[in-house]
């Protein structure tokens, strides 16, 4: 099976940066997604930033010039450098792969990382 793991969260004082990372425990090379979501306590899970295969990025509208997500294939890993970090950002961090298969697109989830902004 598909293992994605997070490595990075931690606690930083609001205007400070951290740098997320997640390893895929497959070769990233022919995978067409991967991204960056997170979710707060009450608050559904939400889009921070996804790279596709042709370099095309998107991110979260309250994330966009702040957040920058990167990838690097021969090392089988997705990674989110984020500056400028408000409180509004403390949230669990989870790495997506998604990947066609014979059944179709499958999403595969990292367990999540912690971030904690302090205001």
């Known amino acids: 099976q598909v293992q994605l793991v997070e490595s990075g969260g931690g606690l930083v004082q609001a205007g400070g940066s951290l740098r997320l990372s997640c390893t895929a425990s497959?070769?990233?090379?022919?995978?067409?997604?991967m991204g960056w979501y997170r979710q707060a306590p009450g608050n559904q899970r939400e889009l921070v930033a996804v790279?596709?295969?042709?370099?095309?990025?998107d991110y979260g509208d309250s994330v966009k010039g702040r957040f920058t997500i990167s990838r690097d294939n021969a090392k089988n890993t997705v990674s989110l450098q984020m500056d400028s970090l408000k409180s509004e950002d403390t949230a669990v961090y989870y790495c997506?792969?998604?990947?066609?298969?014979?059944?179709?697109?499958?999403?595969?989830w990292g367990q999540g990382t912690q971030v904690t902004v302090s205001s």
């Open positions: 497959i070769s990233i090379f022919n995978i067409h997604v």
């Open positions: 997506k792969l998604k990947r066609a298969t014979g059944v179709g697109w499958l999403d595969y």
């Open positions: 790279i596709a295969g042709d370099g095309r990025t």
